[in-house]
């Protein structure tokens, strides 16, 4: 199974901030890596998909980069809405596996 | 719109066996493959394998090999998750999520249906 690993676990952060969130694949994933956005209670939430795809509707401050092993999120100017835990996933082969999450909490 | 609609909130015992729906609108049900992912309360989130809805194929996370089913129901647009032999250990909050395709990805996700295991 591919392992993915997200940096860091949690952070804090201001509104207004930039925040860069890394994911670390243990075998390449070519550019298969999505990034979700979950709120507590809710479902996961599709943001970024193909490593820098934003998807649909989903606000331009987001972006992704990176391919092969490394990647990164990037949340510009740092919304109240975007305080929530995100989660990386490989869909290069099965299983599809996640990173364990990283939780942006208000400083 | 497309939508995933789940089944409501299970209380089971250890040893029994449960079934969570997820019901399909807005799109061709048979165009994108139907996966499910679990959440322990708590913790980050766990595939459980995928269905093919056009034919039925299956493939299952190893680690529940045995224990978990996979079905659909074309007619009303459904799938179904089956996990048998249930244990503390499977209490969690239960997603379906479609592969919208292209480029794999989750989109949308169903709203989740809890399953408690408890004596």
């Known amino acids: 199974d591919i392992q993915m690993t997200q940096s860091p676990s949690s952070l804090s952060a201001s509104v207004g901030d930039r925040v860069t969130i890394t994911c670390r694949s243990s075998?390449?994933?070519?550019?298969?890596l999505n990034w979700y956005q979950q709120k507590p209670g809710k479902a996961p939430k599709l943001l970024i998909y193909?490593?820098?795809d934003l998807q649909s509707g989903v606000p331009s401050r987001f972006s992704g980069s990176g391919s092969g092993t490394d990647f990164t999120l990037t949340i510009s100017n740092l919304q109240p809405e975007d305080f929530a835990t995100y989660y990386c996933q490989q869909s290069y082969n099965t299983p599809w596996t996640f990173g364990q999450g990283t939780k942006v909490e208000i400083k | 719109q497309v939508q995933l609609v789940q089944s409501g909130a299970e209380v089971k015992k250890p040893g029994a066996s449960v079934k969570v729906s997820c019901k399909a609108s807005g799109y061709t049900f048979t165009s994108n493959y139907i996966h499910w992912v679990r959440q322990a309360p708590g913790q980050g989130l766990e595939w459980m394998g995928v269905?093919?809805?056009?034919?039925?194929?299956?493939t299952y996370a190893q680690k529940l090999q045995g224990r978990v089913t996979m079905t659909r129901d074309t007619s009303t647009s459904t799938v179904y998750l089956q996990l048998s032999s249930l244990r503390s250990e499977d209490t969690a909050m239960y997603y379906c999520?479609?592969?919208?395709?292209?480029?794999?990805?989750?989109?949308?996700w169903g709203q989740g249906t809890l399953v408690t295991v408890s004596s």
């Open positions: 269905i093919n809805p056009s034919g039925g194929s299956t």
């Open positions: 999520a479609r592969d919208s395709g292209g480029p794999p990805r989750f989109d949308p």
């Open positions: 075998q390449s994933v070519d550019n298969y």
């Open positions: 193909a490593a820098s």
